[in-house]
């Protein structure tokens, strides 16, 4: 599985983004997605997951409300829709993708659940 992020870019307090990634192979609805990012000089951190149903959507506290996940199987694509950004939400973003049975719903906030991993886009909110 490979992955393609994009959408990153620059944008003021308040304003929104959309980060896409586009996964290669046959089998996107097999695989459960999230997006993870990483601040200057910390750790990679769980932003949001979904269930490669669709039905199941988990976020991070500091972007519940905020950011939207989403994916359409039929193009291979999930998205992470960003709205009223902060300065703090100024960090590379990253999506990620694991083999999922459907019963499965545990580990999706956890950064070693996830073998394949996108190259990041970065995403700055100035203030």
């Known amino acids: 599985v490979q992955l393609q992020a994009c959408g990153g870019g620059s944008v003021q307090a308040g304003g929104s983004l959309r980060l896409s990634c586009v996964s290669s192979g046959p089998t996107f609805s097999r695989y459960g997605m999230a997006w993870f990012r990483r601040a200057s000089g910390n750790e990679r951190e769980f932003v949001a997951s979904?269930?490669?149903?669709?039905?199941?959507?988990n976020y991070a506290d500091s972007v519940a409300g905020r950011f939207t996940i989403s994916r359409d199987n039929a193009k291979n694509t999930l998205y992470l829709q960003m709205n009223s950004l902060k300065p703090e939400d100024t960090a590379v973003y990253y999506c990620?993708?694991?083999?999922?049975?459907?019963?499965?719903?545990?580990?999706?906030?956890?950064?070693?659940?996830?073998?394949?991993w996108g190259q990041g886009t970065l995403v700055t909110v100035s203030s």
């Open positions: 979904i269930h490669r149903s669709g039905g199941v959507t």
């Open positions: 990620a993708a694991r083999r999922l049975i459907l019963t499965d719903y545990t580990n999706y906030n956890r950064v070693d659940a996830y073998p394949y």
